[in-house]
């Protein structure tokens, strides 16, 4: 159980255009999502955090006009990356936990983008 | 803020053998969580094992198991038996226990455990 999943796996685009990027929890009811960045040989960077139906927090120094993030259900929530640029080639993790007392993150195996 | 430091980039380890790895937090608070992640080559993040603070008891979960020094604020590693399997980064992670506190998890930097056959 606990199995959150990522779409897609990879991604190419070009440069000034937009991807999207899903994250779903299959199996549970995730009412914290959150995304992360991490570049090569390097750990994870949170970027933000969603609440299902809220507007997400972001961290410091995240420009939440380029990365837009929406927490639409308690299985769903999409980042999208907004006139993508080569700088933002990355690894793209997401993970969700089931609140409450739940201490666990489960993660998403990931999204590779790379722009053109 | 809460940091946490992993100060061993890379750690090798013949196969079967033991090897530890340290990881240092500091936080103010009383509270808290700390989690080893294991993140093979596949990237996928893997929960290896977890600590409580308030709990004294080192947490062990088969071949793997924590020294948990609070006061020093020390969470090392140690895999016992070490597999090719267990080659991958590994970061130690910290989250708040408070009440209305944050979920969000601290990593460090990671340490990269090479198993040599």
């Known amino acids: 159980g606990a199995v959150v999943s990522q779409h897609p796996s990879w991604v190419i685009c070009k440069s000034g255009t937009s991807v999207k990027i899903e994250c779903r929890s299959l199996d549970f009811q995730a009412t914290t999502m959150f995304w992360y960045r991490q570049f090569p040989k390097q750990s994870l960077m949170l970027m933000a955090t969603s609440n299902e139906g809220s507007k997400a927090t972001y961290e410091q120094g995240v420009e939440k006009d380029k990365f837009l993030i929406n927490h639409a259900s308690l299985t769903l929530s999409t980042l999208t990356v907004t006139s993508a640029h080569p700088e933002d080639s990355s690894f793209y993790i997401c993970?969700?936990?089931?609140?409450?007392?739940?201490?666990?993150?489960?993660f998403g195996p990931g999204t590779r983008l790379t722009v053109t | 803020a809460q940091t946490v430091t992993q100060s061993q980039p890379e750690m090798s380890v013949q196969e079967a053998e033991t090897v530890t790895l340290s990881c240092t937090y500091d936080?103010?608070?009383?509270?808290?969580?700390l989690f080893w992640y294991k993140q093979p080559p596949s990237r996928q993040m893997i929960l290896v094992i977890r600590q409580e603070a308030y709990k004294q008891q080192n947490a062990t979960e088969n071949r793997f198991s924590v020294n948990f020094q609070k006061a020093a604020k020390s969470f090392s590693l140690k895999i016992s038996d070490s597999q090719l399997g267990d080659a991958a980064m590994y970061f130690c992670a910290y989250r708040s226990a408070n009440m209305g506190g944050s979920e969000k998890l601290v990593f460090g930097k990671g340490t990269k455990l090479t198993v040599n056959p």
């Open positions: 993970s969700a936990t089931m609140g409450g007392r739940a201490l666990e993150q489960y």
């Open positions: 936080t103010s608070e009383s509270d808290y969580y």
